[in-house]
């Protein structure tokens, strides 16, 4: 692992550009309870408030599949995305997820 040091005044500068949320500290899986995520899957893409974790699921509320991101920068930084079909309650396997981004927006609630 490497460590690099800044200033405490380039920290704070760092922190105002990508917002205090992307700081908060996740410990283990459980951390991210309550907490909206985009999740990308071997084979698909969600996005949804996780409520609970079941075993080897995260229980979704106010889910989506997304069928087309777009543009994934402007996806994850302006909660743009091309198709989305809201599904409500949805559960996806841990063991499935490659990676996942605080979602900061509104959770999609129209089919698009």
Do not use: C
Request: aromatic share 12%.
């Amino acid at each position: 692992m490497r460590t690099i040091e800044v200033s405490e005044e380039t920290y704070d500068k760092i922190k105002e550009q990508l917002g205090e949320e992307s700081f908060k500290d996740f410990d283990a899986l459980e951390d991210m309870i309550g907490e909206k995520w985009f999740f990308r899957t071997v084979t698909y893409h969600l996005v949804g408030k996780v409520v609970k974790k079941v075993g080897q699921f995260f229980v979704l509320d106010n889910a989506s599949w997304i069928a087309d991101s777009g543009r994934f920068m402007n996806a994850i930084k302006e909660g743009t995305l091309s198709e989305v079909e809201p599904v409500g309650r949805a559960m996806v396997n841990i063991d499935s997820i490659t990676d996942a981004f605080p979602w900061r927006h509104a959770l999609p609630k129209d089919q698009k």
